[in-house]
């Protein structure tokens, strides 16, 4: 893990489509940050993306997670292809 210390409007760039601006401190323990990313990469506080992943973890019911585990290499599924009745 990279730690860092910055001021208030100071950046850090991730790569070279990610910035981090300092936005404000408050009290020494408050951080307000802004985040410049491409719109195709999602940016979320913890909480939230947990709870995305919760969310979709039991929207999917993990079917179709389980029916790709069992895919063979050749793209057909083991369970499709068992001659049980």
Same mark, same amino acid.
């Given at each position: 893990? =990279?730690?860092?210390?910055?001021?208030?409007?100071?950046?850090?760039?991730?790569?070279?489509?990610?910035?981090?601006?300092?936005?404000?401190?408050?009290?020494?323990?408050?951080?307000?940050?802004?985040?410049?990313?491409?719109?195709?990469?999602?940016?979320?506080?913890?909480?939230?993306? @947990?709870?995305?992943?919760?969310? @979709?973890?039991?929207?999917?019911?993990?079917?179709?997670? @389980?029916? =790709?585990?069992?895919?063979?290499?050749?793209?057909?599924?083991?369970?499709? @292809?068992?001659?049980?009745?």
């Amino acid at each position: 893990m =990279l730690i860092l210390r910055r001021k208030i409007g100071q950046v850090i760039t991730i790569n070279d489509n990610i910035r981090i601006i300092i936005q404000d401190v408050q009290n020494e323990h408050i951080v307000r940050i802004g985040i410049e990313a491409p719109p195709d990469i999602p940016v979320h506080r913890m909480e939230i993306y @947990n709870l995305i992943q919760q969310e @979709n973890a039991s929207a999917g019911g993990g079917g179709a997670l @389980n029916w =790709l585990k069992g895919a063979s290499s050749d793209g057909s599924n083991s369970d499709e @292809n068992s001659d049980e009745t």
